[in-house]
């Protein structure tokens, strides 16, 4: 999780285009308490629609459209055997550049990652490069690194080895994640049905308008102890300042529980 996001409000981007090494995405579809941590659009709650629901304490999102965004995935790029990757470029009207890398966990263990990636511009020129760390990355789900390249770049570069979180574990088999669509915005809960509570949860959503991706957001979805305790839901209204009209909806949920002190 990008260090930016711990205290910022999440970004909501539209036109994004995937650019992947491996060609294609594969992640799987989270319905009930199935392990990954993608649920699309029609898995939709089909709770009635709370219009005088508070949003989450850490409501997110900004209306900042934008337009796609097409890098280059190096061949040069490395990820340990059993994790794929993928990458989702996009800029918005301000021009920033934001770009997320897609890391699915195709093991049943759990892999703490760190993730590198470098842009480069036109000519090969290396510009700048960042890294993450995604901690307790469970079996079968999708976590992401999101990064803000310098503008003009034209390629990109990852390297993702495996790394160490002492005292984790994965929450991702134990969350269940729904989308409540709403006339300008999308209400995400998160429910932990695990034993043991959820720390740092994170999410990223992608928004669809007739098939077309639209927009693109991250928000978490936690109490005020940034955590959701077994049992419990937490919420948070996604860019509540106004997506837009859209249909669909991909969202990313990741979670960790500690299991020393």
Known sequence: MNKRLLSAAALAVSCIILASCSGGKTASTASGTEKSSEVSGTAFSDVPADTNAEPGANASGFNMKGEEYAAECSADSKAPEGIKV?????????????????????????????????????????????????????????????????????????????????????ADSSLEAKVEKREDSALVSVTNKGELAAEDVYYCIFYYENGALKFYSEGRCMDTGNEIKPGATETDENAYYGVGSYDDVKIYVHGCCKTSG
């Open 86 to 170: 993928e990458g989702v470029g996009y800029i918005e009207d301000e021009k920033d550049n934001y770009f997320v890398l897609l890391i699915t966990n195709e093991g049943d263990k759990d892999r703490s990652l760190d993730v590198n990636i470098t842009f480069y511009d036109a000519d090969g020129n290396e510009m700048n490069s960042q890294t993450e760390f995604v901690p307790a990355l469970g079996g079968g789900a999708t976590g992401f690194a999101s990064f803000m390249p310098d503008s003009g770049y034209a390629s990109y570069k990852y390297t993702v080895t495996d790394g160490a979180a002492a005292g984790l574990v994965s």
